[in-house]
């Protein structure tokens, strides 16, 4: 019926879709666990369904009534005329170039039938990512996190710049293999391709490793070096990459130069410096409009202007072409540190689960979205030798990189990585949606079109393979799980940034105790105290709080929070114990640069 | 820097923009409120800040990186090559048509340059219409709703059709008389022309409705008359529009004839049916899940699928040619019926909170969007007469609906609509988001044109002065206003779904109480008794809950519920009285075909 047809609404049906698939990955997932069976979790089921979502659409030859515009002149090939839709979507990376007219600029693609789009990428990675980064950093055990930032550090960017390379180099090996056994012409692939196919798997997916560490609750450790690097790893991610791509742009681009390489060391300092900057003033906003405002009367208003502000550390990183990831980790870190403190009560609790129920439903969209693409995208280049070079080269790599680096730091540490979390962290390498959006950024050439088939292979093998496998490799190295030490985090860093103050000096302690706390919260020592006389107005300008309850609603708020700290876990209770906590970060600020002396310290103490 | 063009993201770029507008209108409106300055509210602020960003950008010649396809042989006229965009979206409504090679199509129009698209209109229209919708039905006192059905269908089907009828023939007056002040050609507005442009924005408009009954709590019949009208609208205002344009696509089509308007009638009543019915489905769909699972340990969960299967009943309505917004209007309604009672009560707290938060962000996004397209949009069409005939016809319409109809309604109703409010909802006829998106589906023609450009004024006009002049309307009139009646609604639903059993019979009661409740929840009587002998073992299969213990736990909360529900206000008190609640809804829809005897049988009572 014309009018049916009228009113039928092409994004509604792929919306109706996508949302049926979550559906279906999230009872399907959850019913499997009740039963015990915990091997499946949401990523790898998302996926799983998305794939077979997409081979349906292959092989079912259903109309979805999608606007595909043709090579030829005919102006659009369906739909009738009397919907004109409010939007036509046209996919122009080349290689599905042949859909637009735009087709005409790339010669090596033949026209093919469109599979129905479920979702633009861009859209699902704009609208979840910062989420799922943000709550996955919100809850984060962030004493544990500054104890061994330095490791953590060490792994982000040495480590990947090693499986980088590893991997780079194993990669050319096989391409020159294939050379030889004469299944490719020569200059196929260029030694900065296959370091771009490095640089682009080498880095461990943030999404995907909090998907598994949400899970399966083990030791915070081994637990902050795995989120830590996941995370970091994309500013490393996308340094190589661009540099890589400029190098392969440049004419004498196929050799190795020097200050090209000090150059992005900078440029790599540049954009990390640059996220934490702009996801430090996003939550620089957040707890002055909080402190100086009655917004916590209202936590409906409170909770939506919280959600926004911290997206937008992550749009506006992206935007300016920083890392949005790592803006919103320091924007989530930073927040659970000093805008908690101005939220009300209820404020804390809807922040929380809003964002709960976002980077849930986020890893299920992402994930789903990874597995249709991965059937449905028409112009797959499957290079056996080179794809079995990436699988291989990918262990390797990850081995080169943790033993060699847990040896170095374990020199440095004084908490040991142990060996069997050694063997896990070179098992748990889940690569993901940033090595796919990375991936699927430009594939004009063949070579880049192998890159991404071969990434999406490995994402998959990685998600389903050793994401599954991480429970029974976890009994097998007796590493304990399912500590409920990330119950209620916030807590957690509250209690931590409620510590009794120690006055023992401490850049960071004195930066973030004596000027951060009573500037962007309503507890430490008054400014005036702190702030030299000069800045007397200052002080008396944002150190008095403006609403007198307010501050007394929070100050009674903080001695429950340190009281329910008591009830928890002896792995948590030894994680957060009181004065100590400011104690450690000091000691390790200026000491021995987070490589993780102080925990040992304090256990001397 | 290449690298960060590279990087730089024009989807982000356009999600930061609209993220930093929500800012601004949520904290300048709630400001402007603190100050008791409760004039402005969120819709009519974001459409506000929306135009204001549209007249910024249309000014100010800042290159937002869009790729837009030229009519030519240029294949696309912007951005650099190295960064190709994931999708890139091309308007192909002919108002746009020269961005597109699909242009060709269109005659009528000269190549424009592309203002930046904020979001598509669908996507926005498809993420946060149904949670808004939803979130009013959820939180609307069913009561209430139920005893003024009547009224209320009276008011959206009768109502719209009348002021749709008169104001087609108010606009083709005025027509008329632009041909003869010789502005316009004959045979440029057809009567066909302007009863579309009549079934376009006679209709009123939920989200504008809602955010303001949201704000001003007015009685309780007064809410439920304006808020059901405004969104049983929507299957009538499908129902006009396609019956019209499938008029005028006929070729003796400009004349009136019966079987047609029968025929649409009953098209009409198949649309209502049918959303009902999908709203229901997924009711049933979730409270079986969360009846027979053990979701309700898991809060996450359990919000999330229900977040997800209530979306979907829109969703789905929308991708079959109904009426999304009935389906989730009576989908919300029976969800706060019976699958409440199934949710862990953290449950009950987050999805409510959670549709909350989104129907929130929802009203905000939308408006300003639709502000935004009202400056940026390059096709208007003004017509001075036309538009002034509009809002003529608008004020002509809507009295020509309101008064007879509460006339004729009051001789059947015993709890009469009283002179004021009668006034008030002539005032309150807010025109809005569901108006604009009837009218920008199609825009090939001048005329579509400028029904589309007179709508938006329309639209801007009732949200920004009669909205803002509603909260003095009121106190003119002296309607009691801030009473705090749906302050947890969920609780009210709760408890007349709660109300003891009475014996004496009502085919809805009986189909209620006995048949759906048990089957749906674990409260009422037994299935086994309500159903015959022979149905003894699907009484069993459904009947006696699989998990004891959730059973108890809930059967716990309810008195609690009832419980908080003494403490309410007279009015609240009044609206929910224990089994008279039941009765009503008995006696009622047996009884007066809802036209709003029962209240007054229990004041006599």
């Not at 790898?44 to 092989?59: D, E, P």
């Not at 004493?143 to 390379?165: D, P, Q, Y």
Request: aromatic share 10%; proline share 4%.
């Amino acid at each position: 019926m014309a009018a049916l047809k009228q009113r039928q609404d092409n994004t509604a049906l792929l919306v109706l879709v996508s949302t049926g698939l979550a559906l279906v990955t999230i009872l399907s997932v959850w019913k499997m666990k009740q039963f015990k069976y915990r091997l499946i979790r949401e990523t790898g089921g998302a996926m799983f369904y998305g794939v077979l979502l997409g081979l349906a659409v292959r092989w079912l030859p259903f109309d979805w009534g999608q606007h595909v515009v043709n090579t030829g002149e005919t102006v659009y090939a369906c739909g009738d005329l009397n919907s004109t839709p409010h939007m036509l979507t046209v996919n122009i990376t080349p290689h599905l170039h042949c859909y637009g007219h735009v087709g005409k600029v790339n010669q090596s693609c033949q026209p093919v039938s469109a599979p129905p789009e479920t979702f633009d990428p861009k859209v699902l990675f704009n609208l979840f990512l910062p989420t799922i980064i943000f709550h996955g950093a919100y809850t984060l055990n962030q004493k544990k996190f500054i104890e061994n930032f330095g490791s953590v550090l060490t792994f982000a960017f040495m480590g990947t710049l090693i499986s980088c390379v590893t991997i780079g180099a194993c990669v050319y090996g096989f391409t020159r293999l294939t050379v030889l056994l004469g299944q490719a012409a020569d200059g196929d692939f260029f030694l900065t391709d296959c370091l771009l196919f490095g640089a682009i798997i080498s880095a461990t997916d943030p999404v995907s490793v909090i998907g598994l560490l949400s899970e399966l609750r083990m030791d915070l450790d081994l637990h902050t070096l795995l989120f830590g690097e996941s995370v970091l790893n994309d500013a490393v991610a996308i340094v190589l990459t661009h540099s890589i791509t400029t190098y392969s742009r440049m004419e004498s681009g196929h050799s190795f130069d020097t200050p090209a390489f000090f150059l992005s060391i900078g440029y790599f300092l540049g954009v990390l410096a640059g996220s934490f900057l702009v996801g430090f003033i996003f939550t620089v906003i957040t707890a002055l409009l909080t402190k100086f405002t009655r917004l916590c009367e209202n936590p409906l208003l409170e909770t939506v202007v919280f959600f926004l502000l911290s997206w937008s550390s992550f749009l506006s990183a992206e935007a300016s072409g920083l890392s949005g990831i790592v803006a919103v980790l320091f924007c989530g870190m930073s927040q659970a540190r000093y805008t908690v403190h101005n939220l009300s009560s209820e404020g804390r609790t809807r922040t929380k689960q809003l964002f709960e129920a976002f980077s849930f439903l986020g890893e299920i969209f992402i994930f789903s979205n990874m597995g249709y693409i991965l059937s449905t995208f028409p112009h797959h280049a499957f290079k056996a030798l080179f794809i079995s070079g990436a699988f291989l080269s990918i262990f390797i790599s990850r081995a080169c990189n943790i033993y060699p680096l847990s040896l170095l730091l374990n020199l440095g540490r004084t908490t040991k990585i142990p060996r069997t979390f050694q063997h896990f962290m070179m098992f748990a390498g889940l690569r993901g949606a940033v090595a796919f959006s990375l991936a699927a950024r430009d594939t004009s050439t063949e070579v880049r079109r192998t890159i991404l088939t071969t990434t999406l292979l490995v994402v998959g093998f990685t998600i389903w393979v050793l994401g599954t496998a991480a429970d029974p490799m976890l009994r097998c190295l007796d590493i304990r799980v399912g500590l409920d030490a990330d119950e209620n985090p916030e807590d957690l860093s509250l209690e931590v940034a409620t510590g009794r103050p120690d006055t023992t000096g401490g850049l960071w302690h004195h930066l973030d105790y004596k000027y951060l706390k009573p500037l962007l919260t309503h507890c430490g020592p008054p400014l005036s105290d702190s702030l030299p006389r000069c800045c007397g107005v200052f002080a008396r300008l944002f150190g008095r709080p403006h609403i007198q309850e307010v501050e007394e609603q929070l100050c009674e708020t903080e001695p429950d929070d340190s009281a329910r700290d008591t009830e928890k876990t002896e792995n948590q209770l030894q994680s957060t114990g009181g004065d100590s906590g400011s104690e450690h970060q000091e000691d390790l600020l200026e000491g021995d640069l987070g490589l993780g002396t102080a925990a040992a310290l304090a256990r001397e103490a």
